[in-house]
């Protein structure tokens, strides 16, 4: 009877501070992070906090089995336009227990007072209904499923990214530039890294920029990820030029995200775009008529190269965005150096190639 009676109390105290006024979206309680390495800390999509976003938390599983968490559910549906990621894989955080819970069987309260995290519109999860109702009566809201609230994210997400943008453009991007101009004395190479939350750990563990606050800290890696990568990149001569909305046919990530590994095949009139050579790989063995020309992004210079002359490093310890890949070089002298430096198995021309070799970097 007395934990019957605690449990209710519990309960009763943390739905008391669920009103606008007293709400926080940030963890109260050690926060369940699944990702690896330091930078789990932030959102893959957009850098930021998932402690500071706690409340609405998604996680997923990419290419079945590589952990993700979000800061929101509209970061979870960028995501879900490039990976295929299973519903039934989607967790989210539970806005009372702020335990991981399978979204599908959650209770969203969507449209309350509550400010929405990248988005206009917040989305909260709830596991039980009647928390839900309650919580929906003091601060507004409808309560749908899991389908209603991810459907209505998705179609929001244009508006959405639009709001965010021209917050951007107008605040965060110039306190970036300001920020990266005053304290990163050191050369950052921002194109090696694969996602945001990595080179927003690396900044802050490697103290690339010196002591920065988290204020600080989003700002910078922002303008370096979307204004000075970009810029840079521009700035070589002869890169791979892609479109935003080109996807891989292989995976359908969108390309433009990883020009570093960027990868073409050119038609008559026509030409598809690709996010490393081995998806490119795998395309051409089935697609071989035709082929006007075929380039690949040199691993050092970045610049365009014809795939046919260049050299490949099969198995190294550098992975790009699908894992294993098979890295070009301009020159053979090149790619034994980066073998060495990286423990490549071995180094292949383009006609040495085989489907077999490409598959097996999936296993």
């Known amino acids: 009877m007395l934990i019957k009676i605690l449990i209710i109390f519990s309960l009763f105290f943390c739905l008391s501070n669920l009103s606008a006024d007293s709400f926080t979206k940030s963890a109260t309680i050690k926060p369940e992070l699944v990702q690896d390495g330091a930078q789990k800390e932030w959102c893959p999509v957009c850098g930021m906090s998932i402690e500071a976003n706690y409340k609405t938390s998604h996680t997923s599983k990419i290419n079945n089995h590589t952990n993700r968490q979000y800061c929101s559910m509209r970061c979870l549906a960028v995501d879900m336009q490039e990976y295929k990621i299973n519903s039934n894989d989607v967790k989210v955080v539970d806005v009372v227990t702020q335990k991981l819970i399978n979204a599908k069987s959650a209770f969203y309260v969507v449209g309350s007072d509550i400010k929405g995290t990248m988005s206009k519109v917040s989305k909260l999860a709830f596991s039980n209904k009647e928390a839900a109702e ?4 003091e601060n507004g809201g409808e309560i749908v499923d899991f389908k209603t609230a991810l459907k209505m994210a998705q179609d929001s997400l244009s508006s959405d990214i639009a709001m965010v943008d021209s917050k951007k453009n107008k605040q965060v991007y110039p306190m970036g530039e300001k920020i990266f101009e005053k304290k990163c004395k050191k050369e950052i190479n921002i194109n090696a890294y694969l996602q945001i939350n990595e080179l927003k ?64 095949i050119f038609y008559k009139n026509s030409h598809l775009s690709f996010d490393g050579v081995k998806d490119m790989m ?10 006007a020309k075929i380039l690949v992004s040199d691993y050092y210079s970045q610049k365009a190269i014809d795939a046919k002359k260049a050299y490949y490093v099969l198995g190294s310890d550098v992975y790009g965005p699908m894992g294993d890949e098979l890295i070009p ?35």
């Open 134 to 137: 309650d919580f929906s009566i």
């Open 201 to 264: 750990a690396d900044i802050r563990d490697k103290k690339l920029c010196g002591e920065l606050q988290e204020s600080e800290l989003q700002p910078l890696t922002l303008y370096l990820w979307e204004v000075k990568k970009f810029g840079d990149l521009k700035s070589i001569g002869d890169a791979i030029s892609v479109n935003k909305d080109e996807k891989c046919p292989i995976c359908g990530m969108f390309v433009y995200k990883y020009p570093k590994w960027a990868a073409q």
């Open 282 to 291: 795998k395309y051409y063995f089935t697609h071989k008529d035709a082929i």
């Open 329 to 363: 070089f301009v020159s053979e002298s090149e790619a034994k150096t980066f073998s060495m430096d990286h423990k490549g198995l071995k180094i292949l021309k383009f006609e040495d190639i085989k489907a077999k070799e490409v598959n097996k970097l999936d296993e």
